[in-house]
C-alpha cells in the first residue's frame, strides 16, 4: 500500500506531480483521500415538483436548440429540458464545450441546484452524471480532473483490497459496534447503500478522532515547565484604568485567568474566542503589561502585515505610556531596519516586540522572553516554540481567535488548550438588523439600497463559490457584478474583487472602495476584505443558503461597525436556519446551532486541515460521536498501562506524532 501512485494506470508525471503538491504520495494516501461529501443519485425528482432551492437529481431529455451568449467575460449556456412533466431552462456558464454535446432529445441525468431566474426556476451548473447511487466528491485537487481523481481511487482501492490492517483492538471495536476497516475504506469512496456509507463514516471517524484526542493529550502530558511570571494585583487595576474605557465584566474575568496562568510554573497555553469586536486587543495588552511588571519580555504576532502594523499603531498609543518600548518586526522592513530590530529585541530594548510570522522564522534571539501572543489563530508548532524559548522555560502562550466554537468542538480541535470566552461585547453597539430576502423582494432591496446610498452609505455584495471546479470560481460574483452594473443598479458606482483578480488590481478596488469612491463591493468570500470601512452599512448575501450559519455570522460582522443603523440582507428563501440567524446576533449559540444542524464537519477546518485524513469533516459524523471518543480517550489515558490503552496509544503516536508537533500550540 506504500507504493507509489504512479503504479496506478493513467497516472503520469504530470498527475503525479500534482497529486505530491496535495501532500499524496502513496496508494494508501490516497484511499485516505475521502470524499468530501456524496451526492445523491438514489432518486430522481420529476421537474413539475423541483422548487427554488432544491439541490435534486433529474432524469430528462434536451429539448429544442442550445443557445449560447456572451456577457463580458461571461459565456452562457442555456437550454430546455424536459421529462414530460414540465419543461424547465439549464443553465452553465464558462463551459464552451458543451454546446457541441448537447443535441436535442439527448438524455441527460442531472444533478444541481433549483434556482429562480428571471421568473422560471431554472437548474444551474449542474453536473451531467453517468449513474444513479451515491456519488463521491472529492476535493478538488490542482492538475486533476474530477473524472480521473475518481478512477484514481478506484484503482487505488483496488490495490489495497482486503489489506488495511485493524489495527483498533477487537474490545473497542465490539464495544462500539464499528465496522471492519477494509468494508470501511472501500463503502467510504463507494458506498453501497446509505447504512453502508453511515458504517463507514462511523468506523473512520471514530478511530481519526480517538487517536487524534490521544495524541493531543499524550503533547500536553509532556514536561511543560513554564516562565513563571510574578506581579502585583495593583497591576492589573493600573492597567485597566490607563484605557480610554471600562473594560467589560468579561474582559476582566478572561484577564484574571490569564493572570494565573502567567503565575502559575506551568506554561500557559491558552486560547481566547470572542466574536470579533469583543475587544480581545485589550486583554492581550493587558496580559503583555503584566509580563513587563513582572520583568519579562513580550511577542505578538499577527497573520498578516496590516493586522501587525494595526496592533503596533495601537500599542504605541497603549503600551508606550506605561513605560514600555514597542518595536515593530515584519518582512518588508529594510535588511538594515531588520537588523536594528533583531539588536533590539536580543539586547533586551524592546520589551514587546509585535510583526509577523517573522518573529519567529528569522532566527530571532530573544532577551527574556515570557510572553507570546498569538492573533486570530496563528499558530505554530513545538520546534518553532522551542525556537523561542532561552533555554530555560518554555514562555507562556496566548492564542486570540474570532472563531466561536462551541464546547464540544474545542474540546477536541483544542484540547491542548484551555479556553476563555469573551461572551460580551463592550456597551453602545447598534446590532445589524438581519432580514431574510425571497426572490419576489428583490426589487424592494434594490430600492432599499438606492435610498442608503444617497445618504451617502455603502454596500458589499457577497456571492458563493461555485465549488464544481476551480476554473469557475468567481462566476457567481462576476454575473452578480454584471447584472448589478448592466440592470439593476446602472446609476451606482460598483467594484468587483475575486480571487482570480490580480492583486493591485484587488488592492486598487478596494481601496476606491474604502475611499468612498465606490458604492457597491461585490466580493466572492475567498478574498478576504481585510478593509474595514465603517461607513459600509449594508451586507447582502446571496444564495445565503449555501452558507454555514457561522460564517454568515462572520460576514455579518462587517457592517455595524460605524454609528449608523445597519442592515444584513439574506437573499434566499425562508428556512429554520436562516430564522435562527436572524433571531440573535451572539456567535457562540450561532457555532452551537450550525452544529447541531449540519454535524460538526463544516467546523473543522482551520486546524485540522493537513492533520487529520482529508475528508474528515464530511466524516466527523455527530457530536454524539465527539463525545464518545473524547470520552474513550479520557479513559484510556487514565490507565495507559492496559493493553488496549497500550496499543492505542502506540496507534496515536505512530498516526500524529509528527503531524502534531508541528501544528500543535504550546
Ligand atoms: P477584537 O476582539 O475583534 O480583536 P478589538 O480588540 O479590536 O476587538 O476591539 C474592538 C474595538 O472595541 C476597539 O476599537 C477597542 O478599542 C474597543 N473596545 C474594546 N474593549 C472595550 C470596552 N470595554 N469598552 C468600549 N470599547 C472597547
Ligand atoms: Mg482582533
Given amino acids: 500500500m506504500d507504493i507509489s501512485l504512479s503504479k496506478i494506470k493513467g497516472i503520469g508525471p504530470a498527475r503525479l506531480k500534482a497529486f505530491e503538491a496535495a501532500g499524496i504520495h502513496t496508494v494508501r494516501e490516497l484511499v485516505?483521500?475521502?470524499?468530501?461529501?456524496?451526492?445523491?443519485?438514489?432518486?430522481?425528482?420529476?421537474?413539475?415538483?423541483?422548487?427554488?432551492?432544491?439541490?435534486?437529481?433529474?432524469?430528462?431529455?434536451?429539448?429544442?436548440?442550445?443557445?449560447?451568449?456572451?456577457?463580458?467575460?461571461l459565456l452562457i449556456t442555456k437550454l430546455y429540458v424536459t421529462d414530460g412533466t414540465e419543461t424547465l431552462p439549464v443553465l452553465w456558464y464558462n463551459q464552451p464545450w458543451l454546446k457541441k454535446q448537447m443535441a436535442?432529445?439527448?438524455?441527460?441525468?442531472?444533478?444541481?441546484?433549483?434556482?429562480?431566474?428571471?421568473?422560471?426556476?431554472?437548474?444551474?451548473?449542474?453536473?451531467?452524471?453517468?449513474?444513479?447511487?451515491?456519488?463521491?466528491?472529492?476535493?478538488?485537487?490542482?492538475?486533476?480532473?474530477?473524472?480521473?481523481?475518481?478512477?484514481?481511487?478506484?484503482?487505488?482501492?483496488?490495490?489495497?483490497?482486503?489489506?488495511?490492517?485493524?489495527?483498533?483492538?477487537?474490545?473497542?471495536?465490539?464495544?462500539?459496534?464499528?465496522?471492519?476497516?477494509?468494508?470501511?475504506?472501500?463503502?467510504?469512496?463507494?458506498?453501497?447503500?446509505?447504512?453502508?456509507?453511515?458504517?463507514?463514516?462511523?468506523?473512520?471517524?471514530?478511530?481519526?478522532?480517538?487517536?487524534?484526542?490521544?495524541?493531543?493529550?499524550?503533547?500536553?502530558?509532556?514536561?511543560?515547565?513554564?516562565?513563571?511570571?510574578?506581579?502585583?494585583?495593583?497591576?492589573?487595576?493600573?492597567?485597566?484604568?490607563?484605557?480610554?474605557?471600562?473594560?467589560?465584566?468579561?474582559?476582566?474575568?478572561?484577564?484574571?485567568?490569564?493572570?494565573?496562568?502567567?503565575?502559575?510554573?506551568?506554561?500557559?497555553?491558552?486560547?481566547?474566542?470572542?466574536?470579533?469586536?469583543?475587544?480581545?486587543?485589550?486583554?492581550?495588552?493587558?496580559?503583555?503589561?503584566?509580563?513587563?511588571?513582572?520583568?519579562?519580555?513580550?511577542?505578538?504576532?499577527?497573520?498578516?502585515e496590516v493586522l501587525a502594523r494595526q496592533h503596533y499603531e495601537a500599542a504605541q498609543r497603549i503600551l508606550e505610556p506605561l513605560g514600555m518600548k514597542v518595536g515593530l518586526l515584519v518582512g518588508s522592513l529594510t535588511p538594515k531596519q531588520h537588523r536594528l530590530a533583531h539588536e533590539a529585541i536580543a539586547s533586551g530594548e524592546w520589551d514587546v516586540a509585535i510583526g509577523t510570522h517573522a518573529l519567529i522564522t528569522e532566527g530571532v534571539e530573544y532577551h527574556r522572553l515570557g510572553l507570546v501572543v498569538t492573533d486570530e489563530q496563528h499558530r505554530f508548532g513545538v520546534r518553532q516554540r522551542t525556537s523561542l524559548s532561552e533555554k530555560g522555560d518554555a514562555p507562556n502562550v496566548l492564542v486570540m481567535s474570532a472563531t466561536p466554537i462551541p464546547r464540544t468542538l474545542s474540546l477536541i480541535l483544542y484540547g491542548d488548550l484551555d479556553i476563555s470566552i469573551v461572551n460580551e461585547l463592550p456597551p453602545g453597539r447598534t446590532p445589524v438588523a438581519t432580514r431574510i430576502v425571497p426572490e419576489a423582494r428583490r426589487e424592494d432591496m434594490y430600492d432599499f439600497l438606492r435610498r442608503e446610498v444617497a445618504k451617502g452609505r455603502q454596500v458589499y455584495f457577497v456571492c458563493p463559490l461555485v465549488e464544481e471546479s476551480e476554473a469557475v470560481e468567481a462566476l457567481p460574483a462576476e454575473a452578480v457584478y454584471e447584472d448589478l452594473r448592466t440592470n439593476k443598479l446602472p446609476e451606482l458606482r460598483i467594484e468587483l474583487v475575486h480571487g482570480r483578480m490580480k492583486a493591485a488590481d484587488k488592492d486598487a478596488a478596494l481601496e476606491r472602495f474604502r475611499t468612498g469612491e465606490a458604492d457597491v463591493l461585490v466580493s466572492t468570500t475567498?478574498?478576504?476584505?481585510?478593509?474595514?470601512?465603517?461607513?459600509?452599512?449594508?451586507?447582502?448575501?446571496?444564495?445565503?443558503?449555501?452558507?454555514?450559519?457561522?460564517?454568515?455570522?462572520?460576514?455579518?460582522?462587517?457592517?455595524?461597525?460605524?454609528?449608523?443603523?445597519?442592515?444584513?440582507?439574506?437573499?434566499?428563501?425562508?428556512?429554520?436556519?436562516?430564522?435562527?440567524?436572524?433571531?440573535?446576533?451572539?456567535?457562540?449559540?450561532?457555532?452551537?446551532?450550525?452544529?447541531?444542524?449540519?454535524?460538526?464537519?463544516?467546523?473543522?477546518?482551520t486546524r485540522q486541515s493537513g492533520t487529520l485524513t482529508a475528508g474528515i469533516g464530511a466524516l466527523a459524523g455527530d457530536t454524539e460521536l465527539l463525545k464518545l471518543t473524547h470520552d474513550e480517550a479520557k479513559a484510556l489515558m487514565a490507565s495507559p498501562d492496559d493493553a488496549d490503552a497500550r496499543a492505542v496509544i502506540a496507534l496515536a503516536q505512530e498516526r500524529f506524532a509528527d503531524k502534531l508537533r508541528d501544528v500543535a500550540v504550546n
Avoid at 444584513?568 to 447541531?596: H, Q, V, Y
Fill in 526 to 605: 475567498v478574498i478576504e476584505v481585510g478593509v474595514n470601512v465603517p461607513n459600509a452599512t449594508v451586507m447582502v448575501i446571496e444564495n445565503a443558503e449555501r452558507f454555514g450559519l457561522a460564517q454568515l455570522h462572520q460576514l455579518r460582522g462587517r457592517v455595524g461597525r460605524g454609528t449608523e443603523e445597519s442592515w444584513c440582507f439574506l437573499m434566499a428563501e425562508p428556512n429554520t436556519r436562516l430564522r435562527f440567524l436572524r433571531s440573535t446576533t451572539d456567535g457562540f449559540r450561532i457555532a452551537e446551532k450550525d452544529m447541531e444542524l449540519r454535524g460538526p464537519g463544516e467546523l473543522f477546518g
Fill in 32 to 73: 485516505m483521500f475521502l470524499p468530501r461529501e456524496y451526492r445523491d443519485l438514489t432518486r430522481t425528482v420529476p421537474l413539475c415538483e423541483l422548487k427554488p432551492g432544491d439541490t435534486a437529481a433529474v432524469r430528462v431529455k434536451v429539448a429544442g436548440e442550445v443557445h449560447e451568449r456572451r456577457a463580458r467575460r
Fill in 104 to 304: 436535442p432529445g439527448r438524455e441527460l441525468l442531472l444533478y444541481g441546484k433549483a434556482e429562480h431566474k428571471q421568473g422560471y426556476v431554472t437548474l444551474v451548473s449542474p453536473a451531467i452524471e453517468s449513474a444513479e447511487g451515491l456519488i463521491p466528491v472529492y476535493r478538488n485537487i490542482a492538475g486533476i480532473p474530477p473524472k480521473a481523481l475518481k478512477s484514481s481511487v478506484e484503482a487505488a482501492l483496488k490495490i489495497c483490497e482486503g489489506q488495511w490492517p485493524d489495527e483498533l483492538p477487537e474490545s473497542l471495536r465490539r464495544r462500539y459496534g464499528l465496522c471492519e476497516r477494509n468494508f470501511a475504506m472501500r463503502n467510504a469512496h463507494f458506498p453501497l447503500n446509505r447504512e453502508a456509507l453511515e458504517a463507514a463514516r462511523r468506523r473512520i471517524a471514530f478511530e481519526e478522532l480517538l487517536l487524534y484526542q490521544i495524541a493531543l493529550r499524550l503533547f500536553r502530558s509532556t514536561g511543560r515547565e513554564g516562565v513563571r511570571i510574578d506581579f502585583d494585583d495593583a497591576e492589573l487595576e493600573a492597567f485597566w484604568s490607563r484605557l480610554p474605557f471600562e473594560p467589560t465584566n468579561a474582559q476582566r474575568r478572561v484577564l484574571m485567568e490569564v493572570a494565573a496562568d502567567l503565575r502559575s510554573r506551568k506554561a500557559m497555553a491558552r486560547m481566547v474566542q470572542g466574536d470579533v469586536g469583543s475587544g480581545k486587543t485589550a486583554i492581550a495588552f493587558a496580559a503583555i503589561a503584566l509580563a513587563h511588571a513582572g520583568g519579562w519580555q513580550s511577542a505578538l504576532m499577527a497573520p498578516t
